[in-house]
């Protein structure tokens, strides 16, 4: 099967995989400036800007946004912290060692977060944090270790040690070998990890409902009940606005990456 | 360095820190699934796990489930090696068609779940544009997509969120692969189908393998995509966990921390058949 004989199946695919990609986001992007959209109607009688005015100008659901970016960020900074020296020790460590971290990494990830949310519900409750975003931020750090350590792992276990014995060989210590050798050729990876810590505290929902009783409202939660609601356009503007923040966190990251390639490669 | 201090840096540290920052908090919520099934803890009664391990609503909910993961992963899979294998190479209509294909990939699953919703319901846009061809008069005539037994609006979610993630695997597999086994096999006779279903196919689902696996059951564990999608009968099972936990009741507590213990169970088999198929490939 070689694509150079393959033209017009091609071009159908192409066709066909343009329409499926873009289709949900045109559906959201139609919906949230939509104005007058009633059944049969197939476009909208107009656009304007009122569901995304009606998002915004409501303080729960600004309170929401606000508590979604405050633990997106706090849960890629201390998951990034504390899975790359993990990712570290873990690469260094014999092949059983590697294998048993690496499981129980695996384990965080495939956790049902509906499971997982259950029996940290009882923990954190038993720890006087029930419904606090403080409990919230400590639920969502489980499954964003566990991705983040599958990262760090993948990443020292090719990782040369050749330039950090050369910098030790010529007096540096400890500190100024991770200031000056590890983080510099670790940028990519580390800009990486804290996007994706971001983007699994973002999306979260399972584990927030859970363990934050209600009390603690994030804007996927948000967005669930205005769709639950019956509020459509309201709802793509949540979707939309969850979206755009993790476009732009991947970009960034990948950005960074590219502008770090040279370093690294 | 002696042998007690490299024996502390390559097993112990990492040992001790995996233990106390994954371990404690998964052994620690598995152990309240436990003791709550068994009616220790959290206002429960005993004798859950016997009582949902014999209701059919729970091996319903299981195969339901199953099913989406089965059928969302196995659709994700097959779209993803068609446009690796269509659009691999690195030319400008590969570039483009890699690109359109990612598109999806940050978008959070609440999203996906809304557009798909608004898109496939018998009030969304396909309906609006039947009725205006004039295939259906009312909404009820379209052909229910979501909430339907088959849960075909959560498998249309999985694949439109899952597909860029295998193709992105599936086309660094082949960019680190690089051609010489097929070169070798035509420069034998092979024909190009005999070296894409001998050669390439193979090499790609071996090295897939964990990918798949980790798609899988992350949407066995899904509660975003069903909680919008999915029929209410039989649930899902991450919203069956859900209805028994908000049910007034000790039964029904015991009952959800005992079919998260089946979902548990689940995923971790599944787990450690991704670590074999990781180790192997």
Not at chain 2, 12 to 20: I, K, R, S
Not at chain 2, 167 to 175: G, H, I, K, M, N
């Amino acid at each position: 099967m070689t694509p150079r004989r393959m033209p017009i199946a091609r071009s159908l695919l192409l066709l066909a995989l343009t329409v499926f990609a873009l289709a949900p986001l045109a559906i959201l992007i139609a919906t949230s400036f939509a104005r007058g959209w009633f059944y049969p109607a197939a476009v909208p009688a107009g656009f304007d800007g009122g569901a995304w005015h009606d998002l915004f100008a409501d303080a729960a659901h600004r309170g929401a946004l606000l508590n979604s970016l405050l633990l997106g960020i706090a849960t890629a900074l201390t998951a990034t912290a504390c899975a790359l020296p993990l990712g570290r020790a873990a690469a260094a460590g014999a092949r059983p060692v590697r294998r048993a971290v690496a499981l129980l990494a695996f384990a965080a990830v495939a956790l049902p977060p509906v499971v997982l949310g259950v029996g940290l519900q009882l923990t954190v409750l038993s720890l006087g944090l029930g419904g606090t975003l403080f409990g919230v931020f400590l639920s969502h750090l489980v499954p964003a270790l566990g991705y983040l350590t599958l990262v760090f792992l993948g990443v020292f276990t090719r990782w040369d040690t050749r330039l950090e014995e050369a910098a030790a060989t010529l007096g540096a210590t400890a500190s100024m070998r991770w200031r000056i050798v590890l983080l510099p050729l670790l940028r990519r990876p580390i800009t990486e990890a804290l996007a994706l810590g971001f983007l699994v505290s973002w999306a979260q929902v399972a584990l927030t409902l859970l363990v934050g009783g209600g009390a603690v409202r994030t804007l996927p939660l948000d967005v669930l009940a205005m769709l639950q609601s019956g509020q459509d356009q309201r709802a793509a503007a949540g979707a939309l606005a969850l979206t755009i923040p993790a476009l732009i966190v991947l970009g960034a990251s990948r950005i960074a990456a590219r502008n770090t390639a040279a370093v690294v490669a | 360095m002696n042998a007690s201090s490299r024996h502390a840096r390559t097993v112990v540290v990492p040992l001790l820190m995996a233990g106390t920052l994954l371990g404690v908090p998964i052994l620690v919520s598995i152990g309240y699934l436990v003791a709550g099934a068994l009616g220790w803890v959290g206002n429960t009664s005993s004798g859950a796990v016997g009582r949902m391990l014999t209701d059919t609503a729970v091996w319903r909910s299981v195969m339901l489930s199953l099913w989406i993961a089965t059928a969302g992963t196995a659709i994700a899979l097959i779209g993803a090696l068609m446009i690796a294998l269509l659009f691999g190479r690195d030319r400008r209509l590969d570039r483009l068609a890699q690109r359109v294909a990612a598109l999806p990939l940050p978008v959070p699953t609440v999203a996906t779940a809304v557009a798909v919703l608004l898109l496939l319901s018998q009030s969304g846009w396909l309906s609006r544009v039947a009725a205006q061809m004039h295939l259906i008069t009312t909404p009820a005539q379209f052909p229910a997509l979501v909430y339907d037994p088959w849960a075909i609006g959560v498998i249309v979610a999985v694949v439109w969120k899952e597909l860029p993630f295998l193709l992105l695997v599936a086309l660094s597999l082949q960019s680190l692969r690089g051609s010489a086994l097929i070169d070798a096999a035509r420069t034998l006779g092979a024909t190009p189908w005999q070296a894409t279903r001998t050669i390439t196919l193979p090499l790609l689902l071996r090295g897939m393998a964990p990918s798949i696996v980790a798609v899988f059951v992350f949407v066995l564990g899904s509660l975003e995509l069903p909680l919008v999608l999915a029929p209410s009968s039989p649930l899902a099972l991450p919203m069956l966990i859900q209805e028994r936990r908000q049910a007034l009741g000790a039964d029904s507590h015991a009952d959800a921390y005992a079919i998260a213990l089946i979902a548990t169970a689940l995923a971790l088999s599944t787990a450690l058949l991704h670590e074999k198929l990781r180790s192997d490939a």
